[in-house]
């Protein structure tokens, strides 16, 4: 079992451009998340999505989207990448009401 | 008012001593209740669940859980050095599934 993966591990964006964070999980799991996590600000949820084909807006949306592929798989979309937008990108799994188990994380950073 | 708040860091505590980290939560209907340690530059990893009322004990780990106060905390008793990392609060509705975390607080052990 590999868990939780995500693609890219780092990158670098210049201002304006888009991007795709990959998120997969072979863990069986009906709800995976997407959390951003900055110097001092513990890890805030930008986008869940609770089963397949439902998606739903977190704390700080704005700026991004998601979409649920399958049950495996949940991407992030930055469609126009800003300054602010710099940081770490954890995503997330988990079955029912039980802990959630995070992947290695994407260090993001937009110039 | 934030849905999840933590006591502000950073704690520090000698080795061998108890640390007390407080969590409190907004939402009333929260089911679900989520300690995680995360160390520098690593995702967060899983220390306690709790979803009752009382004292849950594992280990040199405690959480305690009162939901009529909307308090969960985290005492870690003989604390060692390899302690020293951010812990984070999750709270979670089941029936909703999104989790919600704290701004974490850092300790310290020091030897």
């Known amino acids: 079992n590999a868990g939780v993966t995500q693609t890219p591990k780092f990158q670098v964006l210049k201002t304006g451009q888009s991007m795709t964070l990959q998120c997969a999980q072979d863990m069986n799991h009906n709800s995976m998340y997407w959390y951003r996590q900055d110097p001092g600000m513990g890890l805030r949820l930008i986008y869940y999505s609770a089963s397949e084909g439902t998606t739903d807006k977190g704390e700080v949306p704005n700026g991004y989207n998601v979409s649920r592929l399958n049950k495996r798989e949940f991407s992030l979309r930055l469609e126009s990448a800003a300054p602010s937008q710099t940081s770490v990108y954890f995503c997330?799994?988990?079955?029912?009401?039980?802990?959630?188990?995070f992947g290695p994380g994407t260090r993001l950073t937009v110039t | 008012q934030k849905e999840v708040e933590q006591n502000s860091g950073p704690l520090s505590v000698p080795e061998g001593a108890i640390a007390s980290l407080n969590c409190t939560y907004s939402d009333r209907g929260s089911q679900s209740f989520f300690w995680y340690r995360q160390y520098s530059g690593k995702s967060p990893e899983l220390i306690m669940s709790i979803y009752s009322n009382g004292d849950k004990e594992d280990g040199r780990f405690t959480a305690q859980l009162n939901k009529a106060s909307q308090y969960v905390s985290l005492l870690i008793r003989d604390s060692q050095p390899s302690d020293s990392a951010t812990y984070l609060c999750a709270v979670g509705r089941t029936s909703y599934d999104k989790v919600i975390f704290g701004p974490g607080t850092s300790l310290s052990v020091i030897p």
């Open positions: 997330a799994s988990k079955r029912q009401s039980y802990e959630q188990y």
